[in-house]
Nanobody, 124 residues
């Protein structure tokens, strides 16, 4: 049974930083493309970032490029999202998701396991 659990969300002022973590169990973490998504109130869930199974390739939404960094520690079965220079428009529930085994990082339709989400609130 695959489980993903996010942590690290919270309230931060604009310009601040947060680091989200996603611990996983079930399956072979190191073989799967992983991603972060977010959903703001009243909006659809949107893609934030993805990382290849080995960690050498990353892909970001234009809205977070240069501010967010996705990474993974395959020895710890953990995915991270470092968020710097946060803006009020980054306020959302952030979800980690598991994609396909050796999946292409540009594919946003591959994600089939999701965490419960962690709230990030950025005040102005």
């Amino acid at each position: 049974q695959v489980q993903l659990v996010e942590s690290g969300g919270g309230l931060v002022q604009a310009g601040g930083s947060l680091r989200l973590s996603c611990t996983t169990s079930g399956g072979t973490f190191r073989s799967y493309t992983m991603g972060w998504f977010r959903q703001a109130p009243g909006k659809e869930r949107e893609f934030v970032a993805a990382i290849s199974w080995g960690g050498s390739l990353t892909h970001y939404a234009d809205s977070v490029k240069g501010r967010f960094t996705i990474s993974r520690d395959n020895a710890k079965n953990t995915l991270y999202l470092q968020m710097n220079n946060l803006k009020p428009e980054d306020t959302a529930v952030y979800y980690c998701a598991r994609g396909d085994m050796y999946g292409r990082i540009l594919s946003q339709s591959q994600y089939n396991y999701w965490g419960q989400g962690t709230q990030v609130t950025v005040s102005s």
